[in-house]
């Protein structure tokens, strides 16, 4: 099972919106409603951003979204602002034999 | 507040096994609906999931890894461990453990991660 194919970086101005896509196989983003997103700071653990494909945790800013069309899902960040640059990662759900597989991960640059 | 942490040794020589132990606080590993989860990063790269484990014992394991992986649980203690033989370079990496949630699917609480690097 590879890794879900992600953009290497993105980047986007104070502000902005910037769009972050996350690509699969019917066997997994298209195959089931099970995608979540996490932001990773440097040297720290992953967070949960969106959870099965665009719930979001209580807490996490309603400038985050998340959709899905055929097998790619995505991770929009509205009114981007400092604290959001991070690497940014997918994961979905991938069938009972290889369950859960991530995303190449992306860099939000904030310029 | 759940709270995770990884504890081992941070250097494994080449063809040996790694061992590692997560610890729960702020809850009972027993209680709910949670797989107990591996994921680790090699440096600079992304997270490469290894494993999880159910309170019954019940376990699953990334295919690419399974012949190396054994995930056990102590609930006595709360803790749930993760063992991988025979290591080389290419398993250096950042090492978390991870709560899941079966009926949401997604991991909600993590734990700081710990360094293991595979070294003679």
């Known amino acids: 099972q590879s890794a879900l194919t992600q953009p290497r970086s993105v980047s986007g101005s104070p502000g902005q919106s910037v769009t972050i896509s996350c690509t699969g196989t019917?066997?997994?983003?298209?195959?089931?409603?099970?995608v979540s997103w996490y932001q990773q700071h440097p040297g720290k653990a992953p967070k949960l951003m969106i959870y099965d494909v665009s719930k979001r945790p209580s807490g996490v800013p309603d400038r985050f979204s998340g959709s899905k069309s055929g097998n790619t899902a995505s991770l929009t960040i509205s009114g981007l602002q400092a604290e959001d640059e991070a690497d940014y990662y997918c994961?979905?759900?991938?069938?009972?034999?290889?369950?859960?597989?991530f995303g190449t991960g992306t860099k939000v640059t904030v310029l | 507040q759940v709270q995770l942490q990884e504890s081992g040794p941070g250097l494994v020589k080449p063809s040996q096994t790694l061992s590692l132990t997560c610890t729960v606080s702020g809850g009972s590993i027993s209680s709910g609906s949670y797989y107990w989860s591996w994921i680790r990063q090699p440096a600079g790269k992304g997270l490469e999931w290894i494993g999880r484990i159910y309170t019954s014992g019940s376990t699953n394991y990334n295919p690419s890894l399974k012949s190396r992986v054994t995930i056990s649980v102590d609930t006595s203690k709360n803790q749930f461990s993760l063992k991988l033989s025979s290591v080389t370079a290419a398993d250096t990496a950042v090492y978390y453990c991870?709560?899941?949630?079966?009926?949401?699917?997604?991991?909600?609480?993590w734990g700081q991660g710990t360094l293991v690097t595979v070294s003679s």
């Open positions: 019917s066997s997994d983003v298209g195959g089931y409603n099970y």
């Open positions: 991870a709560r899941f949630l079966v009926v949401e699917y997604y991991f909600d609480y």
């Open positions: 994961c979905s759900y991938a069938g009972s034999y290889t369950l859960d597989v």
